[in-house]
């Protein structure tokens, strides 16, 4: 069993950053891969960015390349999401989640565990 918990989220205006942080309680953390999860209002889950286990790989979809890091401390059980020059556009609901199957990620396929979300807004 794996506990995800966000933090971070809150309002921001066009332009700003935001650092996003999901800590995982439970299985080996180094063990699996995290990915962060966006849903605005009225639309579907989408995925935002992916890191394997170790770290070493990390995936991005297009709209944020460039604008967001994925990184992870396994020392702290810790994947964070760091937002830069952020646009109306990027306000949803940020999820974390993890693929304990085994430490490949994949940016939208064999998450398992979710954690509840924290509220990302972007003001223009």
């Known amino acids: 069993q794996v506990q995800l918990v966000e933090s971070g989220g809150g309002l921001v205006q066009a332009g700003g950053s935001l650092r996003l942080s999901c800590a995982a309680s439970?299985?080996?953390?180094?063990?699996?891969?995290m990915g962060w999860f966006r849903q605005a209002p009225g639309k579907e889950r989408d995925s935002v960015a992916a890191?394997?286990?170790?770290?070493?790989?990390?995936y991005y979809r297009d709209s944020v390349k460039g604008r967001f890091t994925i990184s992870r401390d396994n020392a702290k059980n810790t994947v964070y999401l760091q937002m830069a020059t952020l646009k109306p556009e990027d306000t949803a609901v940020y999820y974390c989640a993890a693929k304990t199957d085994n430490g490949y990620a994949y940016l939208n396929r064999g998450y398992d565990y979710w954690g509840q979300g924290t509220q990302v807004t972007v003001s223009s």
């Open positions: 439970g299985r080996t953390f180094s063990t699996y891969a």
């Open positions: 890191i394997t286990g170790s770290g070493g790989r990390t």
